[in-house]
Nanobody, 126 residues
Framework: QVQLVESGGGLVQAGGSLKLSCAAS????????MGWFRQAAGNEREFVAA????????YYANSVKGRFTISRDNAKNTVYLQMNSLKPEDTAVYYC???????????????????WGQGTQVTVSS
């Protein structure tokens, strides 16, 4: 069993930056795809970014390309999401997720991910 705990959310002005962290415990996630999703009020949960096991390849939703960067430190069993140039439409609960069945085939659908954190709130004011 693995536990995922997000941190780093908060209130930020438009144009600002935040860095989210996802700390995994219980077992190593170094061989798994890791992803970030978000869910805004009144919307379905949507894909944000994902990273392969060794960190060599990443994939982003079009809405965040050029602004967000996903990374991982397998020695720390942790994944990060650096968010720059934040917009009010980025306001959402952000979730860390793990796809334990794959190492190098990224998926954007929520049902591919087996483990989820509790989420951290990001609010961007205008």
């Amino acid at each position: 069993q693995v536990q995922l705990v997000e941190s780093g959310g908060g209130l930020v002005q438009a144009g600002g930056s935040l860095k989210l962290s996802c700390a995994a415990s219980g077992r190593t996630v170094s061989s798994w795809i890791m992803g970030w999703f978000r869910q805004a009020a009144g919307n379905e949960r949507e894909f944000v970014a994902a990273i392969v096991a060794n960190g060599a390849n990443t994939y982003y939703a079009n809405s965040v390309k050029g602004r967000f960067t996903i990374s991982r430190d397998n020695a720390k069993n942790t994944v990060y999401l650096q968010m720059n140039s934040l917009k009010p439409e980025d306001t959402a609960v952000y979730y860390c997720a793990a796809d334990h069945q794959h190492s190098y085939f990224i998926a954007t659908r929520t049902d591919r991910y087996d483990y989820w954190g509790q989420g951290t709130q990001v609010t961007v004011s205008s």
